[in-house]
């Protein structure tokens, strides 16, 4: 690599560190900052509290964890970490956490509070709560242990019922602790109670927005590729390839050049949309291989799930692989060096102190398959975002809200949304109906309240229905529509019948193929959202 710029670090320059202790909330904490306008990031909760103090952090937060603060091996915090002189926000076990080291007592009182949960704000609610919202709010609570003995030096500043300690804070020391979850929403004010702590109290820089977003990574993105080497996106169609190759494209011009693998797997009008975005409007270079009959002729007769993926995945690699060895071969003389992936934070495991922009590694280890010989530096612009975020990013970049906010799409594609094996008849049946229900969801105003709606063809079950004045004897199409914040779990989604009965009607009426429509109404768990 040429010598290069040193990267920029401004927006991340005193972010505010969450010590993750286990809790399932840490990355929801990290991620309520970040809306409130300021840099956040995940650590491990065993963190040094000199490693700690080297990353400059505005404020740490300590979130919750499942574990009981006097178990074996329950999640430790250095305890020097009080000591920082940094405001510090103990969140349910890292309230309790912090009380111990403190020298409070914790303890189980035999009685747990989960969920909606009223707190009485002292008279006295501290720098964290005081005048926030009324004396008695709704908080959410999930929590089985309670700080019984605030440490010295510390007041409590609100109760509930149950829990006479609910919060307490030591201004002079800059530490604050709530056993409630101001993260999650159905704390009537956490918002403003995390923005008091954040900003208010630890006075963090509150310059986290989509335009500074991606000033920075441009220069990032320009600080590691330097000024030599061609760069390669694989385009897939979703949110995530097309917002990283917009930065990328901003940051290197035509050095950038887009491959699109089209497996003949999309959604109705998803190929052209994406090229026409890209190519026609962006002037950003494509590829675009139209690889479909490949695909089908390899999927022909496959069944099962896993292998329909399998087959997909690598042979989605092999096309990529080969436009990549032609573009190098047929190219301007520039060798290929870089690779740009949309790897959104929710792919990222978090550590401790990782830069987190990219890193040198091997393709294969994350492209599964691309040949030794062709060893691609990673970029990866999206690397420190969440969906919405990169979402955000990509609207402040121009991208059109349909390409934008279109919904979660599994890299296999229509390919694990027929249950059967796949070909070109089948693919068009669940095309065609997934395009009437798409279209009849946002007629119905419902596309940015669903996580992802879909339909799937049962392709091997045949039912006998009626139609005109003629018996048929066709396939039933299934609706998937599934409300969820992060796909882990999700809930199906209350589709209003009027919209279900327009759906159900226009796909029997006008998808040849299919006489019955059925809805799925499991959650995940049990369930996974995709029936493949
Ligand atoms: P499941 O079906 O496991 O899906 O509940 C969770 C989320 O992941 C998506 N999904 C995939 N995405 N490649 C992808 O890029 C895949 O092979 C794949 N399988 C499932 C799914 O659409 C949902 O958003």
């Known amino acids: 690599m040429t010598a290069a710029a040193p990267a920029p670090t401004s927006i991340r320059e005193h972010p505010v560190v969450v010590l993750d202790l286990g809790g399932q909330y840490a990355r929801l904490i990290a991620r309520r900052v970040r809306d409130l306008g300021t840099y956040s990031e995940v650590v491990r909760g065993s963190i040094d509290a000199d490693e700690l103090l080297a990353m400059h ?66 008279d006295d609610g501290g720098r964290l709560l005081d005048g926030i919202g009324e004396r008695e709010q709704l908080v959410w609570m999930s929590h089985r242990d309670a700080v019984t003995r605030a440490p010295a030096g510390a007041i409590v500043t609100a109760s509930t019922d149950q829990t006479p300690i609910a919060a307490f804070e030591d201004p002079a020391r800059r530490l604050f602790a709530v056993q409630f979850h101001p993260e999650v929403v159905h704390t009537a004010h956490g918002e403003t109670i995390l923005d008091r702590f954040v900003h208010a109290i630890a006075q963090a820089p509150a310059n986290w927005d989509p335009e500074h977003v991606i000033d920075e990574a441009v220069a990032r993105i320009r600080a590691q590729v330097g000024d030599s080497g061609r760069v390669l996106c694989a385009l897939s169609g979703g949110v995530d390839s097309s917002v990283a190759a917009m930065l990328v494209h901003r940051a290197v011009g035509d050095r950038l050049t887009c491959v699109f693998v089209d497996h003949g797997l999309l959604r109705e009008g998803e190929a052209e949309q994406v090229v026409a975005t890209m190519d026609g409007r962006f002037h950003v270079p ?63 495991i978090e550590s401790g102190g990782e830069d987190g922009v990219a890193s040198n590694i091997k393709s294969h280890h994350n492209v599964g398959g ?36 279109r919904q979660p799409f599994p890299g296999p594609g229509l ?73 882990m779990t999700a809930d199906w989604a209350r589709i209003p019948y009027e919209a279900l009965s327009r759906i159900s009607s226009r796909i029997v009426g006008e998808v040849d193929g299919v006489n019955r429509v059925l809805v799925d109404v499991t959650s995940k768990p049990p369930g996974t959202i995709e029936w493949e």
Request: charged fraction near 25%; glycine fraction near 10%.
């Open 415 to 487: 390919g694990i949304r027929i249950v059967g094996s796949v070909d070109a008849e089948r693919l068009r049946i669940v095309r065609a109906a997934d395009a009437i229900l798409r279209a009849e969801v946002a007629e119905a105003g419902l596309d940015r309240s669903i996580w992802q709606y879909f339909t799937v063809l049962l392709a091997d079950v045949r039912s006998v229905g009626v139609q005109g004045d003629a018996r048929t004897y066709a396939h039933p199409i299934v609706i998937r529509a599934v409300t969820s914040d992060d796909a």
């Open 57 to 122: 952090p505005s404020a740490i937060i300590l979130s919750g964890g499942p574990a009981s603060v006097y178990e074996p091996g329950a999640p430790q915090v250095d305890p020097d970490v009080f000591g920082l002189g940094v405001p510090v926000l103990g969140i349910c076990y890292g309230m309790q956490f912090m009380a111990k080291a403190l020298g409070g007592e914790v303890s189980r009182n035999g009685v747990a509070e989960y969920g909606g949960t009223h707190l009485h704000r002292a």
């Open 286 to 348: 494509v590829v675009h291989v139209d690889a479909s009959d490949r695909f089908l002729e390899l999927l022909a007769g496959v069944e099962d799930p896993e292998r329909k993926r399998v087959i997909i995945g690598e042979t989605f690699i092999r096309v990529f692989e080969q436009e990549a060895a032609r573009i190098q071969r047929e190219g301007d003389g520039e060798p290929v060096r870089f690779l740009v992936q949309g790897t959104l934070y929710s792919d990222v």
């Open 370 to 405: 691309l040949p030794d010989d062709m060893e691609l530096e990673l970029v990866e612009p999206l690397r420190l975002l969440f969906k919405d975020e990169a979402r955000r990013v990509g609207e402040a970049v121009g991208l059109p809200p349909d390409l934008v906010w």
